[in-house]
């Protein structure tokens, strides 16, 4: 099992840049594929980017690609997403999950597929 805790979520103006962190314990995040979703008020959480156990791999929603870099340091047992170019419409609560893959270059984008979630961090982007 896997405990996640998300941080590095604030206000940022359009344009800005933000780094969130997903740092894990109780197990190495080389077990798992890794995702970043978002839920918006009012909408359904939404994926946003993912990550291969292997690291070889990534995967990103159209909205996002081009201006978000998903990223795993072994070492410290986190996983960034590098969010550039902000808009506001990028403002949500951001949830990194992991989950167990049928092989160490799978990607996933569904929400289901993922067993463990971290408590979120909010991301909020002015105008």
């Known amino acids: 099992q896997v405990q996640l805790v998300e941080s590095g979520g604030g206000l940022v103006q359009a344009g800005g840049s933000l780094r969130l962190s997903c740092a894990a314990s109780?197990?190495?995040?080389?077990?798992?594929?890794v995702g970043w979703f978002r839920q918006a008020p009012g909408k359904e959480r939404a994926f946003v980017a993912t990550?291969?156990?292997?690291?070889?791999?990534?995967y990103y929603a159209d909205s996002v690609k081009g201006r978000f870099t998903i990223s795993t340091d072994n070492a410290k047992n986190t996983v960034y997403l590098q969010m550039n170019s902000l808009k506001p419409e990028d403002t949500a609560i951001y949830y990194c999950?992991?989950?167990?893959?049928?092989?160490?270059?799978?990607?996933?984008?569904?929400?289901?597929?993922?067993?463990?979630w971290g408590q979120g961090t909010q991301v909020t982007v002015s105008s």
């Open positions: 999950a992991a989950g167990l893959p049928s092989y160490t270059s799978a990607v996933y984008t569904r929400a289901g597929t993922y067993a463990y």
């Open positions: 109780g197990r190495t995040f080389n077990s798992y594929a």
């Open positions: 990550i291969s156990r292997s690291g070889t791999n990534t």
